[in-house]
């Protein structure tokens, strides 16, 4: 299917996608509910639908680390507690919440990755309180339950 640009020149849907990549969307969408494979630029398609479910795991993960860096702030800095960090971990539980009822099997990603993204939340958190590292735990002290249960905080 030969696509019109504002210039009047005809293109592919495959050359539609490096100069626009919106209109490219939107014509993907129509040649699918036409069925018409043939013109459909399947190669990008595929790619972007796999980056998709890179990129839910990507924000699901830096959710995940916000919550960590901030529990364990809490914990280990309770003269220096506010709501700001109270509102953080309100606002990122809720982004975990509402990925895992949209998503629900991103909860196996949660699950496998939640001690690798817990090294990484303790070396920013060392960096952000001026701790040293070794101050926190080698593993997370808090459970995945804690983690997402939105009334829990470290004593």
Request: aromatic share 10%.
């Amino acid at each position: 299917m030969a696509i019109a640009s504002d210039k009047t020149q005809i293109k592919s849907h495959h050359e539609l996608y490096e100069e626009d990549f919106c209109l490219w969307i939107e014509q993907a969408l129509v040649l699918l509910r036409q069925g018409n494979l043939r013109d459909l630029d399947l190669e990008n398609l595929l790619e972007e639908i796999e980056d998709m479910g890179s990129s839910q795991k990507q924000a699901l993960e830096s959710n995940l680390k916000v919550i960590l860096m901030h529990l364990l702030k809490y914990k280990y800095q309770p003269e220096k507690r506010s709501n700001s960090w109270l509102y953080t971990l309100a606002e990122h539980r809720q982004r975990i919440r509402k990925a895992f009822k949209n998503s629900p099997s991103l909860k196996r990603h949660f699950l496998q990755e939640f001690a690798d993204v817990y090294l990484d939340a303790k070396k920013l958190a060392a960096i952000e309180t001026g701790l040293p590292s070794h101050t926190f735990p080698v593993e997370s002290p808090f459970t995945p339950d804690q983690v997402t249960d939105e009334e829990y905080l470290p004593e």
